[in-house]
């Protein structure tokens, strides 16, 4: 019988090879980037493997929410009524206030990246290169504090590449 740990780190990597297999080479720029939905699938699956070392439901919860608004932030989504701006502003205050009361680290870091995302969907002009640099900087830092939750280095590693598999679906536009 295996063990948990063995099962998780199986897990990743199968996750990881997932990722990079839909993941277009650059040598064969003729590749559609992969649609939103799978890229949300690809989100929960990683989420979901870090079940082990992230306890807390609400830095996973956090985390998937970073990842899934960045995806947005990245891919061109903007609110285009006052109606939406409001709710994105509604939604950006709720996030911040939830990042004071942050538990962990990773939730903090993940709330920042998520409240960047919102922004910069809320904001009617548009995606400027310091706005990407700053939430690449953001998204980094997640990976960074996930990565810091794992046991072991090979784990962290594997969970680092699933986010940089992540990472460059976000910025490819179908």
């Given at each position: 019988?295996?063990?948990?740990?063995?099962?998780?780190?199986?897990?990743?990597?199968?996750?990881?090879?997932?990722?990079?297999?839909?993941?277009?080479?650059?040598?064969?720029?003729?590749?559609?980037?992969?649609?939103?939905?799978?890229?949300?699938?690809?989100?929960?699956?990683?989420?979901?493997?870090?079940?082990?070392?992230?306890?807390?439901?609400?830095?996973?919860?956090?985390?998937?929410?970073?990842?899934?608004?960045?995806?947005?932030?990245?891919?061109?989504?903007?609110?285009?009524?006052?109606?939406?701006?409001?709710?994105?502003?509604?939604?950006?205050?709720a996030l911040a206030r939830q990042q004071r009361?942050?538990?962990?680290?990773?939730?903090?870091?993940?709330?920042?990246?998520?409240?960047?995302?919102?922004?910069?969907?809320?904001?009617?002009?548009?995606?400027?290169?310091?706005?990407?640099?700053d939430l690449r900087l953001a998204d980094a830092?997640?990976?960074?504090?996930?990565?810091?939750?794992?046991?072991?280095?090979?784990?962290?590693?594997?969970?680092?590449?699933?986010?940089?598999?992540?990472?460059?679906?976000?910025?490819?536009t179908p």
């Amino acid at each position: 019988m295996r063990s948990k740990r063995t099962s998780v780190s199986l897990a990743l990597a199968a996750l990881a090879a997932g990722l990079f297999a839909t993941v277009p080479s650059s040598a064969d720029a003729a590749d559609p980037c992969v649609s939103g939905a799978e890229v949300r699938e690809q989100v929960h699956a990683l989420i979901a493997s870090l079940r082990d070392d992230v306890h807390s439901r609400d830095a996973r919860a956090a985390t998937r929410l970073a990842m899934i608004e960045s995806l947005h932030a990245y891919r061109g989504h903007k609110a285009t009524t006052a109606e939406e701006r409001k709710e994105l502003g509604q939604e950006i205050s709720a996030l911040a206030r939830q990042q004071r009361n942050a538990d962990t680290r990773l939730e903090g870091k993940a709330l920042a990246a998520a409240i960047l995302a919102l922004i910069e969907q809320r904001e009617t002009g548009r995606f400027t290169a310091a706005e990407r640099h700053d939430l690449r900087l953001a998204d980094a830092a997640v990976r960074r504090a996930a990565v810091a939750k794992t046991d072991h280095r090979v784990e962290g590693q594997r969970v680092a590449e699933a986010f940089r598999a992540l990472h460059t679906q976000f910025v490819c536009t179908p």
